[in-house]
């Protein structure tokens, strides 16, 4: 059986000694093992899946397990760390996303494979970038793979969230940053530690998951809001709130929101494109870099336009994953 590489409720790469999954959505493969590249739940399905042998890091262990879900079968693959699968190696590397996330590289006799998960390629404010690596065929994400993604300086994005926080509070209220619980709420905190003394409060979701930040050696300074030592502060309005952006804050005439987010380039509202992830350049020079023979988009809107893009700008062979089963002959 030569290669293959396709989509089925999973990216699942298949040889003829090895078969297994990246970040499957359906419990269907319960006679593989399942790689799974960091905890947000759009990612992390695999956890559900209780026959099945799951795979991570440690910190994408704990963060799942933070969101309330028990875990069974499960190995710890560390950033670095291989595992041999029948004739094949799987080996982890740092993705740069969110606290433990990774990319997969697949070493098969027919060739190496690349699988990205969700990507940010530049150091953010908590964690280092995700680097290259060479091979013949890259699976990578394209959620920001449209040319009207391109990201501006994080340094300056912070400066201006601050500066609009000061404001805001001058004028009588909180500001409230809306963000993903886990990856740009550990940003803002940061952000604010780095360029303000504001005192930072969080939501209990974001104070759970900025725990286990500050356990894996980050130096995060927040409340979470819940304490009478937050309530204290908040009733002097010195400060700011951060917040999942999916809570409703109707109810709280006190707080400005805003969101946080690579989405704010579509919103005609207030919002700051702070992202943990990488933008359409970064895509970009990620594919460059890795020299593959073969490009196959996946995760996102933009899976097609990005492949268009890879083959018009790189001369790379490109298509969304899912497309058809992609078989590569020895």
């Known amino acids: 059986m030569p290669l293959t590489v396709g989509w089925n409720g999973g ?24 790689f799974i590249t960091h905890a947000h739940q759009d990612h992390s399905r695999g956890f559900r899946f209780g026959d099945a042998e799951k795979i991570s890091t440690r910190e994408t262990k704990e963060i799942v397990k933070a969101y309330g879900r028990k875990i069974y079968r499960w190995e710890p693959l560390s950033i670095g760390q291989k595992t041999e699968i029948s004739d094949i190696e799987v080996i982890s590397h740092n993705a740069g996303h969110v606290l433990g996330s990774t990319f997969y590289e697949v070493i098969t006799p027919d060739g190496n494979i690349i699988y990205t998960g969700d990507l940010q390629c530049k150091d953010s404010f908590t964690l280092k970038g995700a680097e290259p690596v060479p091979c013949d065929i890259l699976v990578i994400e394209s959620t920001f793979g449209s040319e009207s993604f391109r990201f501006p300086d994080r340094n300056t994005v912070a400066q201006e969230m601050v500066r609009w926080a000061l404001r805001t509070i001058k004028n009588g209220k909180i500001p409230a940053f809306k963000a993903d619980s886990l990856g740009n709420a550990q940003e803002v905190i940061k952000a604010f530690n780095l360029y303000s003394k504001l005192p930072v409060l969080v939501h209990w979701r974001i104070a759970q998951i900025s725990e286990i930040y500050r356990a894996e050696g980050q ?46 380039l579509w919103t005609k509202r207030k919002a700051f494109a702070l992202s943990d992830h990488a933008d359409f350049s970064q895509l970009m020079e990620f594919v460059d870099a890795c020299k593959p023979k073969t490009v196959l988009t996946c ?24 497309l058809i089963p992609t078989k590569f002959a020895q």
């Open 219 to 264: 130096s995060l300074r927040f409340l979470d809001a819940r304490t009478d030592e937050a309530t204290e502060i908040a009733s002097s309005g010195e400060c700011i709130f951060t917040t999942p952006k999916n809570v409703n804050l109707m109810s709280n005439p006190e707080l400005e929101p805003t969101l946080v987010s690579g989405w704010a």
């Open 299 to 322: 995760l996102g809107k933009f899976k097609e336009s990005f492949a268009n893009q890879v083959e018009k700008r790189l001369g790379i062979e490109a298509r969304p994953l899912d």
């Open 11 to 34: 990216v699942l790469i298949e040889n003829e000694n090895a078969r297994v999954v990246f970040d499957p959505r359906r419990n269907n493969h319960l006679d593989c093992k399942c």
